[in-house]
């Protein structure tokens, strides 16, 4: 279903994915610096996540400020807290390379203030861009530092932006529940030499939907 959300005086272009059984959370979900919505592995998930019970929200948002990014996907959230179409219990924040950056900077603000009323059930970091390459030395680990509610991260071991032991670090200092699954020899991309993109698709969204059912409890579909 695809829906247009009002920003400002724009309006973001968005899709839900939706089960057949009425949902009880869903996912929102956006892409990274480049690309829109549509990117392949966005789509995978949401697909994914839909087929297995979970409502997916996913949108564009063009613009490379992550202060802008974070204030769209503020605007999605409150969106579909609101819905009257889809009443959930919760929802799980999640974006690839900038959007994660984006969604760790909401579920902070959000999780922060005296408005937390519990409605963000956790984080989906997929490829999160930790440094830039080469930059190790600059972290951009603060939202994670902060954040409270449980986390998952899904990186590529090989990942230039995001090296293996650098995010062990942070993740070790993180106060919330959190998780990091590692696809082998996978760059920033989560491509890997010698594997389909769909067989890595296949391995990402696996670990998303059995890291969510951890955390809530999910109708059987």
Known sequence: VKVKIPFGNKYLDAIFS???????????????AGG???????????????????????????????????????????YLKLSDDYKLSGVFLAGR???????????????????????????VCLSYPLHRPKLQSKLRDEDLLLTRCPVLFVSG???????????????????A????????????????KGRTTEDVMEEINAQVFSWLKENVQLEPK
């Open 36 to 78: 829109d919505m549509n990117f392949p592995h966005l789509v995978s998930l949401a697909a994914y996540l839909a087929s297995h019970g979970v409502l997916c929200l996913r949108f564009t948002c063009k613009g490379l400020n992550v202060a802008y990014r974070t204030k769209a996907f503020k605007t999605v959230v409150e």
């Open 177 to 192: 529940p959190k998780k990091i699954h590692w696809i082998d020899k996978a760059n920033h991309g989560m491509a890997v």
């Open 97 to 123: 390379s900038m959007g994660s950056r984006a969604a760790a900077s909401v579920v902070r603000q959000l999780s922060q203030g005296d408005d937390d009323d519990g409605f963000i059930q956790g984080l």
């Open 157 to 175: 071991s090989a990942d230039e932006m995001c090296e293996k032991q650098l995010l062990e670090g942070v993740v070790s200092k993180m106060k």
């Open 18 to 32: 939706v089960p057949e059984k009425k949902p009880t959370y869903g996912v929102i979900l956006t892409h990274g």
